[in-house]
């Protein structure tokens, strides 16, 4: 089963995002490897995620982009912040229970 269309829409919205700020940050010269490495290790069980749902995603979801410490790398991305967002801005919300 795949996630309810607001989750499926913030988990794709949140991985492009990390995907664009990883591309950016390898265009430095200076890129930090390891902190390129912990936005994919974040987000890259996401989409399989999505595509396998069940009452405990959500939360796995939100564990899985939690693994990545923005607050180490002054100006990341914070993944939890930038997916609950979108999942507040998307229709449907009223259908997903924000604490699962």
């Known amino acids: 089963m795949i996630a309810p269309e607001p989750i499926l829409r ?11 700020y990883a591309r950016n940050q390898s265009l430095n010269e200076s890129c930090n490897v390891k902190e390129l490495n912990e936005v994919m290790e974040a987000i890259h069980e996401v989409p399989r995620m999505l595509t396998s749902w069940s009452d405990t995603r959500l939360r796995e979801v939100r564990t899985h982009l939690g693994c990545f410490g923005s607050g180490r790398y002054p100006g990341s991305p914070d993944l939890v912040a930038y997916f609950n967002t979108r999942l507040s801005e998307n229709e449907g919300e009223q259908d997903v229970d924000p604490n699962a």
């Open 10 to 20: 913030a988990g794709l919205d949140t991985v492009s995002w990390a995907c664009i």
